[in-house]
């Protein structure tokens, strides 16, 4: 499909062991989005074959990445005032386009400190589901360069963090002594338009793959590969509908790349790696990635109305840093609240308490949990025994009658947020 090779699902049916597979867009949940469908087994005519790759070379964007690196040199050789960016293509434009764009919204006077903020200025895609974009507030995005500073990287794969790749550029032009560099892949077509091949390549992180073919993938093959490999680190903060196995099986893929680096006496390393993601889905990732740990911080998003930091007192965010790291290197602001618990070794919310019994700091949201003797774990703290269940619950769940499958494990009888494998520990 448009958005390169789809991926192979499987529909099942409850109770039924064996389902029909099926290929379907890597990235797009919604039909509307992509409506690419083939059955394994079915035979594909040579004329649909040619009407697939019709459709799909009719769906690439009208510029290239070089045409718009291009364009780019002569918009900022513009003076301010003719410096215009289209809103309804997302587009900047060059004085002879003006014409064909002139029923079209647009910003004027557009300076260098916008073209250096891309993220400010492209509107956030918010209506599909996987390709949904939550900015980082400055707070975070500023933790996160901070702390990839203090621990000495020099390099930072940026996979879905337009906004942190941005904030690394930005500084990396403005102070001298700064020294970390960054390469950003998104399926974010739009930023071919502000940063030029060494800078940006388009890239699917469900399907591994690279728009811009063999020299795309070259120009992230190289990035790693300086230094011996030495001094980078990955951060990805991928759409959170988006399907864990798909996205680990991507990012093994590029540490799989890292690794061939001829790296002497190392060769046992994993390519560092913070994977933003909401703590629900610690398992699920865990599963993929035994090394990871999921880190206290809270994560706080701009244009999140749930995941923000409020004028007045804080809201909860769901999202934490998973990492491959050591976690008591991960160090936490200790003005937020966080602390360092020295049994466990690394830094959690002030809210978690460490529980003696299961000799853990339990807390998964940062609020404090209480330890169910009957389940021999800690809880949260809203949740009760039930004895029906055999499981702690909220008060009113509906005893097993959920008959569909738990969004995080799968299996019947429970939703998401009572799912035995999420508080594993
Ligand atoms: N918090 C980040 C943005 C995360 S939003 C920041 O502020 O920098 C998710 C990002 O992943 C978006 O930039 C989006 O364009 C990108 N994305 C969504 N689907 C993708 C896919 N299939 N492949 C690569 N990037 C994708
Ligand atoms: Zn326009
Ligand atoms: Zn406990
Ligand atoms: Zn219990
Ligand atoms: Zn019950």
Same mark, same amino acid.
């Given at each position: 499909c448009p958005l390169g090779p789809a991926l192979l699902f499987v529909k099942t049916s409850q109770g039924k062991e064996e389902g029909r597979r099926f290929y379907a867009c890597s990235a797009c949940r919604d039909r509307k989005d992509c409506n690419f469908f083939q059955w394994e087994d079915e035979k594909v005519s040579e004329t649909r074959l040619a009407a697939r790759e019709e *459709?799909?070379?009719?769906?690439?964007?009208?510029?290239?990445?070089?045409?718009?690196?291009?364009? *780019?040199?002569?918009?900022?050789?513009l003076p301010l005032s003719k410096r215009r960016f289209c809103q309804e293509c997302q587009q900047l434009l060059l004085p002879a386009e003006w014409e064909k764009h002139s029923d079209h919204q647009f910003l004027c006077d557009i300076s260098t400190a916008q073209l250096k903020s891309p993220s400010q200025l492209l509107y956030p895609l918010e209506n599909k589901k996987t390709n949904a974009q939550y900015l980082f507030a400055d707070r975070s995005c500023q933790f996160l360069l901070d702390l990839i500073i203090d621990l000495g990287f020099r390099r930072v794969l940026s996979v879905g963090t337009p906004r942190l790749h941005e904030m690394i550029q930005s500084k990396a032009s403005q102070e001298e002594d700064f020294r970390v560099r960054s390469l950003l892949l998104d399926i974010d077509f739009r930023y071919s338009q502000f940063y030029t091949e060494d800078e940006f390549c388009h890239y699917n992180m469900f399907n591994h793959y690279f728009f811009g073919g063999e020299a795309a993938r070259e120009t992230c093959r190289k990035f790693l590969y300086q230094d011996n490999g030495e001094g980078v680190i990955m951060v990805t903060d991928p759409p959170f509908?988006?399907?864990?196995?798909?996205?680990?099986?991507?990012?093994?893929?590029?540490?799989?790349?890292?690794?061939e680096t001829e790296k002497e006496g190392q060769n046992n390393q994993e390519m560092p790696m913070f994977w933003v993601f909401p703590y629900f889905f610690e398992s699920r990732i865990l599963e993929f990635f035994p090394s990871f740990s999921m880190m206290d911080y809270q994560v706080d998003y701009d244009n999140h109305a749930l995941y923000k930091h409020g004028k007045t007192g804080r809201r909860q965010s769901p999202v934490r840093i998973f990492t491959n790291l050591t976690p008591s290197m991960i160090v936490l602001p200790v003005e937020e609240g966080y602390r360092f618990c020295a049994i466990c070794q690394r830094y959690v919310s002030s809210g978690n308490q460490h529980c003696e019994i299961c000799d853990s700091c339990t807390s998964k949201d940062g609020r404090r949990w209480k330890h169910c003797v009957l389940c021999k774990k800690c809880v949260k703290p809203s949740w009760f025994h039930c004895n029906n269940c055999n499981c702690c619950a909220l008060q009113n769940h509906a005893c097993e009658k959920t008959d569909a499958g738990c969004f995080v494990c799968g299996k019947a009888g429970h939703k998401r947020s009572t799912c035995p494998s999420l508080s594993h520990t």
């Open positions: *459709y799909n070379r009719n769906h690439q964007p009208s510029f290239t990445h070089g045409q718009n690196v291009e364009r *780019y040199k002569n918009f900022v050789l509908g988006g399907l864990v196995e798909a996205l680990a099986s991507s990012f093994k893929k590029l540490m799989a790349m890292w690794k």
